[in-house]
């Protein structure tokens, strides 16, 4: 499919270019990127969490009364888990929550999350930039050029411009990633992409591996 290609000014150039539909217009498959998204999230997880099981409180094991005619429930001891300050039950412990998914079907992942993005009219293909000096306002005053104040804006290029990611690093709802970099989550995280001429072929390189 053609598309049009745009300036950082938000407007028409006299130009088009051609998006591969094996990456940009496939029908979607939901299921792919719900375990692509799964395991981004679950990768980022540190899994420190802990709680204090009945072996590693310091207490007196001493039985605190009898077992059976007080009317009372039953205690072991003080570290009993029927006191406060006591152990905690089955609590969670350190864990490694990471997991593996093929290859294919990660790549199926991405390439649907970007049909997603082409169909929803997210998807803005801009000509190729630069800035002279990091500056916020170079990118917010893009922001407004394609209307997209109240939206989450990726930005993808083809290569790290240090300039470009000092301008952009203050918004909160704007992001500058690598097209080598681009993932299933970051793509749907995104209310819209604009994305550079020259990265094109970096995802379509990405999406076949």
């Known amino acids: 499919?053609?598309?049009?290609?745009?300036?950082?000014?938000?407007?028409?150039?006299?130009?088009?270019?051609?998006?591969?539909?094996?990456?940009?217009?496939?029908?979607?498959?939901?299921?792919?990127?719900?375990?692509?998204?799964?395991?981004?999230?679950?990768?980022?997880?540190?899994?420190?969490?802990?709680?204090?099981?009945?072996?590693?409180?310091?207490?007196?094991?001493?039985?605190?009364?009898?077992?059976k005619g007080t009317g009372g429930s039953r205690k072991g001891h003080i570290k009993s888990p029927l006191f406060r300050g006591g152990a905690r039950v089955f609590g969670p412990q350190p864990r490694d929550y990471s997991f593996k998914l093929n290859k294919k079907l990660k790549k199926l992942a991405r390439i649907s999350a970007l049909s997603y993005k082409v169909k929803e009219n997210g998807f803005t293909v801009i000509e190729d930039f630069t800035f002279e000096a990091p500056k916020t306002r170079q990118v917010t005053d893009m922001i407004k050029n394609f209307n997209a104040e109240n939206t989450r804006l990726l930005l993808v290029t083809s290569s790290t411009d240090p300039n470009v990611v000092l301008s952009a690093r203050n918004l909160q709802k704007v992001k500058v990633i690598n097209a080598s970099d681009l993932n299933t989550y970051e793509i749907l995280n995104a209310g819209r992409m604009l994305v550079t001429e020259s990265s094109l072929k970096e995802i379509e390189k990405i999406t076949q591996n």
């Not at 998006?19 to 940009?24: E, G, M, P, Q, T």
């Not at 299921?31 to 395991?39: E, G, M, P």
């Not at 969490?49 to 094991?61: D, I, K, W």
């Open 1 to 67: 499919m053609e598309v049009e290609v745009f300036n950082i000014k938000g407007g028409k150039t006299d130009r088009k270019v051609e998006l591969n539909d094996a990456v940009f217009g496939i029908e979607p498959n939901d299921h792919a990127i719900y375990l692509d998204v799964k395991q981004h999230m679950a990768n980022r997880r540190q899994g420190t969490h802990a709680t204090l099981e009945v072996s590693m409180l310091s207490g007196s094991t001493r039985k605190l009364h009898r077992q």
